[in-house]
């Protein structure tokens, strides 16, 4: 378990980029999933508008409450990133963690090619496999947040 401290948008911008440059290091067999928990407000959002900003995705990621799913390519530009698409899930509305698979889910983790982000992901912890790299974030104050990077399960992500 790491503790990232961000005291600005800014900031938890560029702790999300430095995580980016540690996920298109890797080699998968599978997706990369990533688990953004925490409440409304707590940076999940704004992390991954940095995450993607730096994988290579154009354009702006927005809250997305209203839609469960958005697919974005990942433009490789230096040639260096093995992933070709960023799949962003918002899951906070739905009721029941099986509704995402109707949107192909389990095919979609199961390409090596795609980034998977799924905010409230902890809504849907049943279904998420093991590998799942889980990012806790905590509300500090107005300025202030905290990431919880956790891999109790993922020995793989330990030196991230």
Do not use: C
Not at 5 to 33: G, M
Not at 62 to 88: C, E, R, T, W
Request: aromatic fraction near 12%; charge should be positive; glycine fraction near 4%.
């Amino acid at each position: 378990m790491k503790e990232y401290f961000s005291k600005s948008k800014k900031e938890t911008k560029k702790i999300a980029q430095d995580f980016a440059q540690q996920i298109i290091k890797k080699k998968n067999k599978k997706a990369v999933i990533i688990s953004l928990e925490g409440d409304l407000g707590s940076g999940k959002t704004t992390f991954l508008q940095g995450f993607a900003k730096e994988i290579g995705v154009e354009d702006i990621i927005k809250s997305q409450s209203f839609v469960i799913m958005k697919k974005y390519p990942i433009l490789n530009k230096k040639g260096d990133i093995a992933f070709k698409f960023f799949y962003h899930f918002d899951v906070y509305r739905i009721q029941n963690p099986r509704e995402i698979l109707a949107l192909g889910f389990k095919d979609i983790i199961k390409d090596p090619r795609n980034i998977v982000a799924i905010e409230w992901g902890d809504k849907i912890k049943k279904i998420l496999p093991l590998q799942t790299i889980r990012l806790k974030f905590k509300y500090q104050d107005k300025n202030e947040r905290k990431i919880i990077l956790i891999n109790e399960n993922n020995l793989y992500y330990n030196e991230i």
